[in-house]
């Protein structure tokens, strides 16, 4: 996959999340979730987050990354251990020795954008949201 066409898709939803709220100014920040098996390089996405939102109301916005890890689940007793991406996962179950199967850690979205609305300027405190 290629960061700039994520980037891309990342800002669509960033923009439709601003169009939804009538009162909104800007994107604050965009929280992403993307799996340690998804093969994206974050620092090259919030690059390309951040030239191509020049000129739009998403410039600037903080961009916050959590990274998922994929589960290794043994087929024999069903033990279940995190695989964070680095190195060589575990083929076998280290409680029984059984075969492992290894299940996400490959996804990426958007979980969240936050948007400042007009009356929040100058007035970060204000309660009412
Ligand atoms: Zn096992």
Redesign the pocket.
Same mark, same amino acid.
């Given at each position: 996959m290629h960061e700039g066409s994520i980037a891309q898709g990342v800002l669509d939803v960033a923009a439709r999340a601003l169009a939804s709220r009538p009162a909104a100014r800007r994107v604050t920040r965009i929280n992403l979730v993307i799996g340690v098996l998804a093969g994206i390089d974050g620092e090259c996405l919030r690059f390309y987050l951040q030239e191509l939102s020049r000129d739009t109301p998403v410039f600037g916005a903080a961009v916050e990354i959590a990274s998922r890890s994929a589960t290794l689940t @043994?087929?024999? #007793? =069903?033990?279940e251990q995190a695989y964070d991406g680095a190195g060589d996962f575990a083929l076998h @179950?280290?409680? #029984? =020795?059984?075969e492992?199967e290894l299940a996400g850690g490959d996804e990426l979205y958007v979980e969240s954008v936050e948007v400042e609305d007009e009356q929040d300027q100058g007035d970060r405190g204000d309660p009412q949201r």
């Open positions: @043994c087929r024999s #007793c =069903g033990a @179950c280290s409680r #029984c =020795g059984g492992n």
